[in-house]
């Protein structure tokens, strides 16, 4: 099976930089995901990383060493919409579902 | 943009009782999936669908619960008895082949009550 672990919450400014680590143990790996859900909304996708290294997009950032069974999400130039709950997710090892992680609330306060 | 649509929004139904909830993949998408999430906790994995039969489910899909693809758009997760327990936010995804299959794209969910 698979199961991940990453931090509960994180608060920090508007204008900061958050890191999200995520570390996994799975049967069989496929990538790192990750989604960002506002309370109440769905899960939507922010990245993946398939492969190790630095996925970029646009004030967010996702990485992975696969070596160390590890990854996280960047967050830079925080904004209030910001905050919402982060899962990290991996692939199954015979199927293309998603097993997540306990989620990372991030509170962006003025 | 294509998105994954789902109904009810909300429902309240008493113990014992069957619900059915809908949904609509994006309609290029092969794998079907429902996920459910308790209040404040995880997603978590119910059931996984492809070429209309049950490609993987979770413990949490036991008897009580059914899938169906009945025609060729909707996609039916089927509650038998409800339970207590059953009360949660059910979360309807789908995902293309191949490696754009590792992004799943989820509906805006269908809560359900049960009293």
């Known amino acids: 099976g698979q199961s991940l672990e990453q931090p509960s919450e994180v608060t920090a400014v508007e204008g900061a930089i958050v890191q999200i680590n995520c570390t996994y143990q799975?049967?069989?790996?496929?990538?790192l995901s990750w989604y960002q859900q506002h309370d109440g909304g769905a899960p939507t996708f922010l990245s993946y990383n398939g492969l190790d290294g630095l996925e970029e997009t646009g004030r967010f950032s996702s990485f992975l060493s696969r070596s160390d069974s590890y990854g996280y999400l960047l967050l830079q130039e925080l904004q209030m919409k910001d905050s919402a709950s982060y899962f990290c997710a991996v692939r199954g090892p015979n199927d293309y579902k998603l097993s997540f992680g306990a989620g990372t609330t991030v509170t962006v306060r003025a | 943009e294509p998105e994954v649509t789902q109904t009810p929004s909300h429902q309240v139904t008493q113990m014992g009782q069957e619900v059915i909830l809908r949904c609509v993949p994006i309609?290029?998408?092969?794998?079907f999936y429902w996920y459910r999430q308790i209040l404040g906790q995880k997603v978590e994995f119910l059931v996984s669908?492809?070429?209309?039969?049950?490609?993987?489910k979770s413990e949490i899909f036991d008897d009580q619960f059914s899938v169906e693809r009945p025609d060729g758009s909707n996609f039916t997760l089927k509650i038998r008895s409800t339970k207590l327990e059953d009360s949660a936010m059910y979360f309807c995804a789908s995902s293309p082949t191949g490696n754009s299959g590792n992004t799943i794209y989820f509906g805006e969910g269908s809560w359900l009550t049960v009293v």
């Open positions: 669908f492809y070429n209309n039969e049950i490609s993987e």
């Open positions: 799975t049967s069989g790996f496929y990538g």
């Open positions: 309609s290029n998408h092969l794998y």
